[in-house]
């Protein structure tokens, strides 16, 4: 076994543009669910309607690359508008159908054939965001980084060097944002409605409309992420925007701690990194045939290692109920209630 | 749990000497005379109605649940809803603080109409209530949920809770809600998650967290519910100290002591209907209402047991013996 190139495969996940991607989203879910009690389980939608908000814009209609952004963030907050606007003055879980359904229609929309010149249908849009590398001021080229104790491969292009650059600060940028909202009185507002929406109410809030707020603002994270998958990738496909994508951000944002502002980076973080290594290690199990062909061979080794993800989380909802960063008082005060 | 938490502390001292030692203090009560020359007879016209309840009607499939011709409850005093289970006491609390909707109807708080308001609008104008099952906000700590209720906060808009325009604003909250909780003999228990308070101190927090709302009436439902005798004791005495400070309570109460102790003026609900209004020393005797409580057909000993006079128990043995011997014969 190769235990350096488990590491660095193992570290280079964890510092990923799929680790931010998921961040970003889990981040907004985070808001949703952690601090409002919305339960949103078609965050994917939202990441969809960013990405394709941007490649609609910009490849089929020519928009510089900024205004596309623009038009992504808008299309989230329209989204949010829409799907909020019928369901939130119902109970929790009309907005959990109502969301799960809506990211399959989305996707459903955008891959029709019919749509094929403005939306790509199944093929999608590629190549709307050369822009993105032409602001890079690295050489895309050049290697950065190096090796760590000669060992454990930390070198990057140029060009993936920048995409984790913005990555990470839009990161930071949306903890930052987080941080001083959920500290604020509209934060503590979003706590009381988790709690409890009618108490919120007697005490003279509008509930609906911080929910709302809370929709557009989880919405809009969602979308920032899914547009940075478009630009990271330099293309949107319709199948990348499927319901899992909802799932394994609500993984993330379980694993980190709900209702923590950091929760969902280190989450995050750790499902990319525990799926890294779950597959270099049966790989090359499979691989050195330690291993045997039959009881697994390496095209299984894909679906195994999400079985290992599964069996992760209910370990940590057995020995550690409240996420990394959770207080276990709250979960002791979840089971009296 | 917090070894001096009142609930255990109040009942400690009223074990050791009885009500005479609890912390009560006795408050001025400005509606001694609001009521002189009021008619106690169902939608009687008060001075200074704070709230007019006129034709409120609600029903549930084929149940009238709610059927109120007209109500008037005085500004400035304590008045209580009573009733027999299922009277609609709660349905009527919920409309009219706009948690449910009428049929129809009209509601008016201080001089404004507030059929067709929201709820929060209704709270925020000064209509403030409580639940009959405490509703806290478990995984908040018991200053943030005082903290909450402060009315009108800038920081509580989604911008500005981005800046820092709001942090004077929140320590003047801050050091209101400790204000208040110090008056509830809370403070020590500022940083606790509210989920871990006992039912008692759930209520406590409760109140003090109405208080926080700056309210003119507020409507507590069932706020002795499950709440032991001495706690009881010092909920009155926060009761009373509200009336002194000039604002109108409205409750719904079960126990007969409770009611007689602390209200000016006593509304009964039976069946959805307002059957009695009066002064809580004259409701007991009230035909109507005996008859609510007991059925049309009861003895005089069960009167007694409404009016509160509790009847001596060989009494008592003896009335169980006359009613069976009539029956018998």
Redesign the interface.
Known sequence: MDWWAIISNTLRAGISASAIIYALAAIGLNLHFGYTGLLNFGQVGFMAAGAYGLGITTYTYGWPLWAGILAGLAAGVVLALLLGAPTLRLRADYLAIVTIAAGEIIRIIVRAAVLRDVTGGSNGLNGFANDFQEWNPLNPSQQYGGQLFGKVNLEYTGADLWELIVGAALVALSVFVMWLLVNSPWGRVLKSIREDEDAARALGKNVFRFKMQSLILGGTFGAVAGMFFAVSNNSVQPDNYSTPVTFFALTAAIMGGLGRVLGPVVGSAIFWMILAFTDNILRQSVGEGYIPASIMDSVQVGQVRFMLVGLLLVLLMVFRPQGIFGDKREIAIDARK | MPASDPDTEFGRTAGRGGAAALRVEAWDNPADHAFDGVEPRPGSAKPDPILIADGVERTFGGIRAVSVDHLEVQRGAITALIGPNGAGKTTFFNLL?A?DRPDHGNVVFDGQPASGQ????L??KGM????QLT??????SVL?NM???A?A??????W???LHG?RGQ?SDVRARALDVLERFNMVHMQAE?A??LSGGQRKLLEMA??MM?DPKLIMLDEPMAGVNPALTQSLLGHVKRLRSEGITVMFVEHDMDVVRDISDWVVVMAEGLIIAEGPSDAIGSNQAVVDAYLGSSHSALTEEIILGQVPDPDELADGVRESREGGDG
């Open positions: 603080t948690f929201p709820s929060y609008a709270a925020s403030v209530r409580t639940f509703k806290v906000l478990a995984k908040m943030d903290m909450l209720a009315q906060q800038t920081g509580e808009s989604m500005r809770g981005l709001w929140e998650f989920g871990a967290r109405s709302a």
